[in-house]
């Protein structure tokens, strides 16, 4: 769906380093039918998924810690970050983004996933529109032990009880805004 209401001026490329930073200058019609001129960067590093693993019986989940350098020069002091297993989608579907993820951060190889939502995350800078998905889990699941196979992750795979990872997310020791709407979700639901 175009909007008619928006004309892009030009896109200048800021940085292809790891992923794109563009500079986009385009003009919008406002209320009063009067068009005004405005730029803004928008950082694309493609659409991603991400993934809370529940236990209904024991009532336990599964998350990872890994080291995170924006939270870290972001005040974050050890820079690590406890978080729901996610990646990006790497041109597959998110169905299978997210199982081809799961298995290779914590080691669980599942085969139903539920897509639950989808989302902007940071609709004001970054492009990327992240999948969500709940799954329960077993111990037969599990194939390796993971922490990833990217070079540079060392991620720690940690299955905590449901009530102390939603203690964990008051307390602030859980600060991940995809973490934290997957751990409402199945509260709410009751998956946990």
Known sequence: MKNANVRIIKTEVLSDNWYTLRKVTYQMEKKD???????????????GA???????????????????LPTFVNGNASGMLIEACAGL???DN???????????????KVAHVRKVFEAYMSPGSV??????FVA?????????EGGGVDEGEDIEVLELDADKAIGMMESGEIRDGKT????Q????????
């Open 50 to 68: 991400a993934i809370l693993l529940y236990h209904v019986k024991e009532r336990k989940v599964i998350l990872t810690r890994q080291f995170r």
């Open 185 to 192: 979700y199945a509260k709410l639901q009751g998956l946990i």
């Open 89 to 91: 989608l790497d041109k």
């Open 127 to 132: 492009t990327e529109i992240l999948y969500f």
């Open 33 to 47: 039918g009067s068009w005004q001129t405005q730029s803004r960067e928008a950082y694309d590093r493609g659409n």
């Open 94 to 108: 998110p169905e299978d983004a997210i199982r081809r993820e799961t298995e290779e951060e914590t080691g669980y």
């Open 136 to 144: 329960e889990y077993e111990r037969s699941m599990k194939v390796h």
């Open 180 to 183: 934290i709407l997957l751990l």
